[in-house]
């Protein structure tokens, strides 16, 4: 009998993302990413959050108010945590599953650290000048992206936005 109840590697690497995602203390906005080896190795993961020593208690999540008073310059995005936490291994030819599309800043990390495909669950701010801009350099760089339709319910469980 031929089993048809396992889920794809790109469902399996996304589920793993959404799993980092549920790390992250942000009240609003939760992110996670999943970089793979071209062998199919999990190299890395990542979640947005504040950098290591900075209290998530006493650095604020606020989205509105003066620029130090809101969690913006303060957060580390879940792409570039994931490169971060790779530990410096080589990344060249990876994949990186991200459940947000990324923005410029994280686009110009994945560009300089090799990763070569991006899988995303949602492109919400596709129409804002950052993501604009990502989709650019990725573009011109040659890092190939593309929307991943979950085909099993395990993803979109608790896959909330």
């Not at 000048?129 to 650019?136: C, E, R």
């Amino acid at each position: 009998m031929k089993r048809t109840d396992y889920i794809s590697w790109d469902e399996y690497f996304m589920g793993v993302a959404l799993l980092a995602a549920h790390r992250s203390k942000d009240p609003n906005t939760t992110v996670g990413a999943c970089i793979v080896s071209p062998e199919k190795k999990i190299l890395s993961t990542g979640y947005n959050g504040f950098p290591r020593g900075c209290s998530d208690d006493e650095f604020p999540w606020e989205r509105e108010g003066e620029p130090n008073e809101t969690k913006y310059p303060f957060v580390v995005h879940a792409e570039l945590n994931a490169i971060l936490n790779a530990g410096g291994q080589s990344l060249k030819g990876a994949t990186i599953y991200v459940d947000l599309f990324p923005c410029n800043e994280c686009a110009k990390a994945i560009i300089q650290s090799g990763i070569k495909r991006i899988f995303y669950l949602d492109d919400k701010y596709a129409e804002t000048d950052g993501v604009k801009a990502s989709k650019l350099m990725l573009k011109a760089a040659g890092v190939e992206f593309a929307r991943l339709e979950p085909t099993r319910k395990t993803l979109t469980l608790n896959y909330v936005r």
